[in-house]
């Protein structure tokens, strides 16, 4: 019988903490989106539509790196703060090359590592569910 792949995100909406639960251990990896670096622009001629849509293209951006890992898997938990987790769930869901990986949204507070290490191992061992 396969083993399945499992990956836990807690997320908010400039970082992503990427959990992989393999048979005796976890392994930590995280994508940052690119505003998470981005200087606050001072300039006050740009307008409030022109700033929407450079962090919406940063956000589209980070989901993208978010979904070429999860296909991978075969089961993913998204949790986090923000409602970061709902938009990259509902981007996902409307794209037929997720349609066999079982995703879900959990709510969840900030977090430490260790935090977030218990809740991926509690979730898939079936706590959650």
Not at 33 to 49: H, L, T, V
Not at 100 to 128: C, L
């Amino acid at each position: 019988m396969k083993t399945k792949k499992r990956l836990g995100i807690w997320m908010d909406h400039s970082i992503a903490h990427l959990i992989e639960l393999t048979n005796d251990s976890m392994v930590t990896k995280t994508i940052e989106s690119e505003s998470k670096g981005q200087e606050k622009e001072q300039d006050s001629y740009k307008d409030e539509s022109f700033k929407l849509s450079k962090e919406q293209s940063f956000l589209s951006a980070f989901f993208k790196k978010l979904s070429t890992v999860i296909k991978d898997y075969d089961e993913v938990v998204l949790f986090g703060p923000t409602s970061a987790k709902n938009e990259l769930f509902n981007t996902l869901k409307d794209n037929h090359l997720f349609e066999k990986i079982k995703i879900e949204v959990k709510s969840a507070d900030k977090m430490t590592q260790n935090e977030q290490h218990a809740f991926v191992e509690e979730y898939f061992s079936g706590s959650y569910n």
